[in-house]
């Protein structure tokens, strides 16, 4: 058996599903913020493996590797605001939990 | 003649030196340099008509939407600005610091740093830089929403806004994963040449278009994916609210116009999503000026409303018609809706802010017989309420006509049906407002005071809004030969280039 | 898949040595007695005061955040470093000033940071 282009995706799917599945289940927010990063990453395998499997001229096409570079740097902006403002709630209101965060009615 | 990039380029700088300016000065008075922001700004809307029209490249386009929407930017962030300086004796208390001015300067520069952000959006023409701009304003306003840091509601704001602004990326980024799998590119024009050239299979091409506009939805607040929006909008500070129901949603609009349009020329994929793009247009209209009814919080009814207006804009994108004429096009009543859009709801948010600081709330009757304290502001609320509601002879009005003139176009009836019907149900709670300023009794009648600055911009908002609503012509005829309406009417023509990779030259 | 072969052996031996492990001790080890004392982190001596995790200052935070930060951007600069010659003969020198300009704006923010004593651990 090789591994083809569809196991990748199934893989990188996969990880997408329980990203949004934690995201939506969890409660604690430190545990959705690393769903969110899950969800980023499974895109940013699903676009490697499709740089890897459809070649131009017989190389990798580069601008999808370039791409996930960008994600990850964008991530990392993402969790050190994210994570900052998750701190400054904590020293607010000594909780992490959703349910806590209530004060505004939905 | 400047090159286009020049402008983003010189915002950028504007930001990195109020930065540095910021963390040296040892003065507490920071409102200098929001005023430096202000002038700057305004200059650069007047070098951005001088901008050499052939500048761009295949990241970036220089074209008339994207001078249309980088003007829409520039003028945001100067109103923003003016209230951010309105508002910073309330944000003041709400921040922890040494000094009295701690933490004024970021709330100063933050926004310029997002004004960036949506100039590059204007011009993006790749999803590398779609994606790279749309992330700087997105995770500026994740900062500015959660900035009162001694202020619960805004904090849980921060965090609501945060978790699923985030998820949207999630959704935006693996959409994008799927086009580029299919078809092999990200620039916007090879991506249009490649499925006019290759046989790309549907389902996985629907599916990707689909996650991207469940991300896109979040950002311009359609309904299924608008449960964040009042929430944000009563946490958030009021000028960061004003920002986000105007910059985040012509930011939203203006990717969905340019990433729709090398999909609606394909076969079995333009149609479905032009079905999708509608029925989330009716329920939106629907669900927002449903929701704002019941509203006794100003600016929680406005946050319902700014998600009714998105129905309405995105009617015009889900009427996509191949008609050569300004009225039932769709790009043109996109624009002058968001235009028209912008000049309301700022000026709604502006009037808001001063009554809010000598009335210490921001609930509906904080409003109550504000005709008796200050006539000036309440005919300026008026203006941008009646405007809001669609009153003619206003720019609203106008708008909305736009937008329903193109369903008309496209054939698509039923929306304008229910256009209307929600329409009657908006002139009930925008003329609530106008019910408690005129006809109740004011709770203290200290009279108001306003300063030179917030005073203009109120004035020159309502004789804008009236301006788009009496002589809309020449502003039109702007948008029709600037060729904004091609955004979305030569969809499915191949590019003009033969490679496809570089379209705009260099 | 049989270059993956050695990889896939030692996922077993890892998982196997681990139950194999837990198994011995399970079979040959004596039962233990579970009481408070014994669950206590000192069975004699002063009594524990606290739970197990301290709380951390927020400036392991901050500075975590800010290295995060600052370590990322090196993925531009692998890349940018590999075609670095090869393009500046071909296009001349404009990728060397992006990359001076790209670092440019990484030491205001680096400024920024120690002017508003964000790596000042006194405090």
Known sequence: ?106 | MIPSLSLEITVLLLGILMLLVESFSRSDDKRGLAKMAIGILSALVGFSFFVDPASGNAFYAVDATAHFFKVLALLTTIVVLIMSLEYSSVLAKYLPGVTPGAGLGEFYSLPVFTCAGLMFMASAVDFLLIFVSLELVTISFYILVAYMRRHTASLEAGVKYLILGALSTGFLVYGITWIFGLTGETNLAAIQHALATKAVATTPLLFGLMLLLTGLGFKVAAVPFQLWVPDVYQGAPTPITAFLSVGSKAAGFVVLLRVLQPFLGVPGVGVKVLAVLALMAALTMLYGNLAALPQDNFKRLLAYSSIGHAGYLLVAVASVSDTKATFGSAGVAVAFYLAGYLLMTLLSFLVLIVVARHSRGDDILHFNGLAKRSPFLAFAMLTAMLSLAGVPFTAGFYGKLLVFAAAVQAGKFWLVGIGILTVAAGFYYYLRIVAAMYWQEPGDTTPITIAPLTRTAIGALTLAVFVFGICPQPILRQLKDGGVSAVQENAGKPPQSADGLRPWGV | MSEYFPIFLQVVVAIGFAASALLVSVVLGKAAKTNKAKDSAYECGMPAEGGAQPRFSVKFYLVAMLFILFDIEIVFMYPWAVVFREHIAAHGPGIFWSMLSFAGVLTVGYVYAIMKGALDWKS
């Not at chain 1, 590797?65 to 994570?83: K, R």
């Open chain 1, 1 to 106: 058996m090789t591994l083809t282009l569809n196991h990748y995706l199934f893989v990188s799917g996969l990880l997408f599903a329980i990203g949004f599945a934690g995201v939506m289940l969890r409660r604690n927010i430190i545990i959705i913020f690393m769903c969110l990063e899950l969800m980023l990453n499974a895109a940013n395998l699903s676009l490697v493996a499709f740089s890897r499997f459809n070649l131009v001229n017989g190389l990798p096409n580069y601008n999808a590797q370039v791409l996930v570079f960008f994600i990850i740097t964008v991530a990392a902006a993402e969790v050190a605001v994210g994570l900052a403002i998750i701190v400054a709630l904590f020293r607010a209101r000594q909780t992490t939990h959703v349910e806590d965060i209530n004060s505004l009615k939905f």
